[in-house]
């Protein structure tokens, strides 16, 4: 399991998530939407797409269809960028 630099496993503390990338399970500021490692391999467009739909405070229950599609897709875009399976087996 992913730690802390302090060596501790916070699990969705206060203010953070866990990076949705297939197989990843790092925490991450809820300000963003995956790791910085994973984060890259999202392509330029989709990051645009989950900046343009992202509104602070919101959960993936209050997400707008196009931020759960946008989002949906980035996972899916890094799951392939990472030679795995691809979310929903596309």
Not at 15 to 36: E, I, L, N, S, Y
Not at 57 to 85: C, F, N
Request: include cysteine; charge should be positive; charged fraction near 20%.
């Amino acid at each position: 399991m992913p730690t802390s630099r302090r060596g501790l496993a916070p699990k969705d503390q206060p203010g953070t998530h866990t990076c949705p990338a297939p197989g990843c399970g790092r925490q991450v500021a809820a300000k963003w939407f995956a790791c910085p490692a994973d984060w890259r391999l999202v392509p330029r467009g989709l990051q645009a797409r989950i900046y343009a739909h992202y509104e602070p405070g919101q959960d993936w229950v209050s997400a707008t269809p196009a931020y759960r599609e946008a989002a949906l897709a980035a996972v899916a875009a890094i799951g392939a960028a990472k030679g795995g399976e691809v979310p929903g087996g596309r």
